[in-house]
């Protein structure tokens, strides 16, 4: 059922994975395409906002930080298994893997590489533990305003 928490969620957790994926391009090899890759990562941030913290929102801020510490870690093995996939396809299609089981073995190296440059990024960590506060915030104080 949607609610003004669930709305906030997947506003203030879309532009928080908007900004830190435009703070994580910077890391990418060069000739990457990033055409969409903010925007598929909202997309995500988004869903996972009003899937998870949307859905329980009502906590006073102690809980609320779980919430969110939550939200963003399933909101990043979204984004994190979806980039690797697409990835995967793209290297299937170049016909870099042998069979299908190689294939399977490099998007989950993909995606290890990808959760290892993030997990060294300092300004996406931080981009996403202060949005994440804001965000939980916000939603919260949504849930009190307009139950």
Not at 74 to 94: E, K, P, R, T
Not at 103 to 124: C, D, H, R, S
Request: proline share 4%.
């Amino acid at each position: 059922m949607p609610t003004a928490a669930r709305l906030i969620a997947a506003i203030c957790y879309a532009a928080v994975a908007f900004f830190a994926s435009e703070s994580f391009t910077q890391l990418l090899p060069d000739g990457t395409p990033t055409d969409w890759f903010s925007e598929i990562n909202a997309a995500f941030g988004a869903f996972a906002g009003w899937r998870i913290h949307g859905r329980q929102a009502g906590n006073p801020m102690g809980p609320a930080i779980s919430v969110m510490l939550v939200t963003e870690v399933v909101g990043l093995f979204y984004v994190l298994v979806f980039h690797s996939l697409y990835q995967m396809i793209q290297n299937a299609l170049d016909k870099k893997y042998g069979d299908t089981m190689e294939a399977i073995v490099g998007m989950f190296q993909l995606a290890g590489q990808y959760g290892k440059m993030l997990a060294t990024f300092p300004e996406g960590i931080g981009i996403l533990l202060v949005g994440g506060l804001l965000s939980a915030w916000a939603t919260e104080a949504a849930n009190r305003r307009w139950r």
